[in-house]
């Protein structure tokens, strides 16, 4: 009876210990102008200074919009008008500095100061656009990426 | 893609057969290989220092890791490197570079032996310290305070948190709109400079006020 009660709860513990690692925040956003949305879960949340960036949100911005978000590695990430920035993956552990992040550019510009995670490894930090993909060593860069135009 | 015009009766087969006919269109985007506009740019750190930046697309790869060195892709595997200016990027990334949240930053606070008292140096500068943090859009703030190694282990932990905790009150009496603190107290573990047991070490009688 009682390995039939463990694995009962086992799943359940996992299940509750994957949702609460999911649901901490990557990082806030620290400057918002323009139409600017976080879209989680099939849901748009305005992008406003303060509001909690967690893995697997997009972020979204209309043609006068704009987005500047740090995470909690020190990442500075922003983003330019008519973007969509994907969140994949980032899990950080502040006393080993280990980790991942990993970003997808689906269109739009993107400006990133990489922060402890590059740093602790040059295997950290990843962005990806529809065209190619980015290692980062510990460093500052911008990237677009769209269709040319006609 | 042209899709050839067809006489048909049935509606339905007939839009059926001009999605089919979409199909490799959509194929084709969704693989990236219509003509793209795709620029990657490494910039000069603000610390001097310069990384790197692989860039690498269908097979082919591009190391940049000169300031302002630049790699065009007009479709995937088609990588050009290029230079580019300051001033090129400012047009092409203006509002993606002014939007980029102010670096986060680190201040020091001193104290007087055994207190949770302010240095007359700290005091000084410590208003200062807080109107900067103050500026800062919904800041995130964590507090650690230090002590030298006078006293026992116990005892400097106390002390430190105390220390820490000290600061954190005065932070929130600012009000600061969405803030976020949190605070820790490290004791004698982490001096700021090496001493032997029992050494009185001004230096490291501090909190750190880590902002970002």
Redesign the interface.
């Known amino acids: 009876m009682r390995s039939g009660f463990i694995a009962l709860i086992l799943p359940i513990a996992l299940t509750f210990g994957v949702a609460a690692a999911a649901a901490e925040d990557a990082g ?4 918002s ?1 323009g139409a600017a949305q976080i879209e989680r879960a099939g849901q748009r949340l305005p992008a406003a ?2 509001q909690a960036v967690q893995q697997g949100d997009v972020v979204i911005t209309g043609a006068d919009g ?5 995470f909690r590695d ?1 990442s ?1 990430v ?4 008519d ?1 969509v920035l994907s969140i994949d993956r980032f899990v950080f552990n502040s006393t080993t500095h280990q980790g991942n992040f990993d970003s997808s550019l689906k269109q739009g ?3 990133v ?2 922060g402890k995670l ?1 740093k602790q490894s040059p295997e950290a930090m990843k962005v990806n ?21 006609d | 893609m042209f899709v050839p015009a067809r006489r048909k009766t049935d509606v339905r087969s007939a839009s059926a057969r001009s999605l089919v006919g979409l199909a490799p269109l959509a194929l084709l985007l969704l693989a ?1 290989c ?13 610390d001097g ?10 097979g082919e790869q591009r190391v ?1 890791d000169q300031p302002y060195a630049a790699a065009s ?4 595997g088609r ?1 050009e490197g290029r230079a580019t200016s300051e001033a090129e ?1 400012r047009q ?13 930053v680190s201040f020091f606070l001193y104290f007087l032996a055994d207190t949770d008292e302010l240095t007359p140096d700290s005091k000084r500068v410590v208003g200062q310290i807080f109107a900067e943090i103050a500026r ?3 800041p ?1 703030i964590v507090v650690i305070g230090h002590t030298d190694r006078v006293g026992a282990v116990a005892y400097n932990d106390a002390l430190s948190l105390k220390r820490a905790e000290k600061v954190r009150d005065d932070l929130l009496k600012l009000a600061i ?2 803030v976020r603190i949190s605070v820790a107290g490290r004791g004698e573990r982490e001096p700021l400079v090496p001493t032997a047991d029992e050494v009185s070490e001004p230096r490291n009688r501090r909190v750190e006020i880590s902002v ?1």
């Open positions: 806030h956003v620290k400057v102008n200074v303060g704009s987005v500047g978000i740090t020190n500075l922003s983003v330019g008008p973007s510009t993107l400006a100061v990489s590059a656009t529809p065209a190619a993909i980015l290692g980062v060593r510990g460093t500052e860069f911008l990237v677009r990426t769209g269709p040319a135009k | 990236g219509a003509s793209r506009n795709d620029l990657y740019v490494l910039l000069p750190g603000q220092k310069i990384g790197a930046l692989i860039v690498s697309s269908g940049l892709v007009t479709s995937p990588v990027v092409a990334f203006g509002p993606a570079l002014a939007a980029q949240p102010t670096r986060p800062r859009p919904a995130e709109p969405k970002r």
